[in-house]
């Protein structure tokens, strides 16, 4: 089961800047990339050794006043039912409103582990100020600044020791998973690759609830399917349609091995997408971008291309991903969809033999070392990659603390062009030998 902290809460108590708190930290401990997007609503986070996923639930822009709560408290709802555990923030200043005390009965329904989070408790003499909300029966509670920081982390040792083991059914075959914003083609697409098959398989039931695992196999291609299409939850408010089927995108994608990001061709890629990018990136994922609904897009011999390139300027610094231009409709290269599924899910289990990585490396290396720094020389001895569900390098050599960002790009794109890795983040490491 994936990880999935949901930050619940009123307007203006603090959740975005607990969300940034908590995402940052591990952008500077394990991000490799900079220049990465922030994502807004929803990102990958680490706490000693447990990494998670962390969803803010605010910003919402809502016309009246009713509807807005209205909204927060669907919210909640969605968040029960989908995350692990729920960080119920509240406001040390203002103390407990009447939407607070709607939530904190919404939330005593919940099965789910619940924290109590007061935010604001900028110094130790608001804490006694804190103990009000004891008010709401829901146990514990935990006094934080955002802020500053002080109070998380004593918070995340105990919100992470709620979270289950992820626990993976493995049967040795591929794992697809189409994910995508609602109304893009992704049951279309499933539908079209099953064809008359879909009604008669029998879903195997996934590890939750979550997902439902369909055993494709047919014209010569065998793979499973995480199919999150057909589960759909009626919300009465828009962007809780999202909400909900992000939750569920974060599970499907945590399943998978590769992940088949679909698009609307007359939409593009969107921001929500870049941050599902991210998201798959993150977990290491193998990715194919669908930009879906060709035939609708008015074109001549060079649209493609352009699309293509506007896409790439937008995913940088990955960019190495395929991209394939499909209509479900008119059934145009939905079999090129699932192939290019398969070969990024070889890329992403290739072994490169230690001899012929450093056959290649080394050369190019020498050519162009690392910039010396300090007046002192980094010499790189060997390379291996390491035995890991996707591909990750360690580079020997005598100051690795001294190799900089920019070099590991180099590497990282030599790596790519001497050795297929499409559609495949890659990890590099620097040891010191
Ligand atoms: N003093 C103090 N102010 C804080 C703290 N955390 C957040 N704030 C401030 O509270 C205000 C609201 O913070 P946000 O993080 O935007 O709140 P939110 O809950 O995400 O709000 P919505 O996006 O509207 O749902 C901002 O002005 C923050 O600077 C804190 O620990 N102490
Ligand atoms: N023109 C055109 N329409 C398409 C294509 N693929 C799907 N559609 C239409 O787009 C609409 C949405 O398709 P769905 O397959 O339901 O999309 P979905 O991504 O599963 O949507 P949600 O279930 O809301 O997430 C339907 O009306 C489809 O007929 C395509 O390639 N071209």
Known sequence: MANIIAIVGRPNVGKSTLFNRLTESRKAIVDDFSGVTRDRHYGVAEWTDKQFTVIDTGGYVANSEDVFEAAIREQVVIAIEEASVILFMVDVITGITDLDDEIAQILRRSKKPVFIVVNKVDNTSLENDA?????????????????????????????????????????????????????????????????????????????????????????????????????????????NIEFYSVMRTIKALEEADVVILMLDAMEGLESQDVNIFHLAEKN???????????????????????????????????????????????????????????????????????????????????????????????????VTQINATSPMFAFFCNLPQYIKEPYKRFIENKLRENFDFNGVPIQIYFRQK
Do not use: C
């Open 131 to 239: 103990a009000v909300f004891y008010g709401f029966g829901l146990g514990e509670i935990y006094s934080i600044s955002s802020m500053t920081g002080s109070g998380t982390g004593d918070l995340l040792d105990e919100v992470i020791s709620h979270f289950e083991d992820v626990v993976i059914e493995d049967n040795g075959l591929p794992k697809l998973t189409i994910v995508g914003r609602p109304n893009v083609g992704k049951s279309s697409l499933i539908n079209a690759l099953m064809g008359q098959e879909r009604n008669i398989v029998t879903p195997i039931a996934g590890t939750t609830r979550d997902s439902i695992h369909i055993h494709y196999n047919q014209f010569g291609h065998e793979f499973m399917f995480i199919d999150t299409a057909g589960l759909r939850k009626k919300t009465k408010v828009k962007e």
């Open 284 to 382: 290491k994922k193998g990715i194919v971008i669908l930009v879906n609904k060709w035939d609708l897009v008015e074109k001549d011999n060079k649209t493609m291309k352009a699309f293509e390139e506007q896409i790439r300027q937008k995913l940088q610094p990955f960019t190495d991903v395929p991209i394939v231009f499909t209509s479900v409709i008119s059934k145009q290269r939905i079999f090129k969809a699932v192939e290019t599924a398969l070969e990024v899910y070889k890329n992403r289990g290739k072994k490169i033999p230690t001899s012929k990585l450093n056959d290649v490396m080394l050369p190019i290396i020498e050519n162009y070392p690392p910039p010396a720094l300090k007046g002192k020389y980094i010499k790189v001895k060997y």
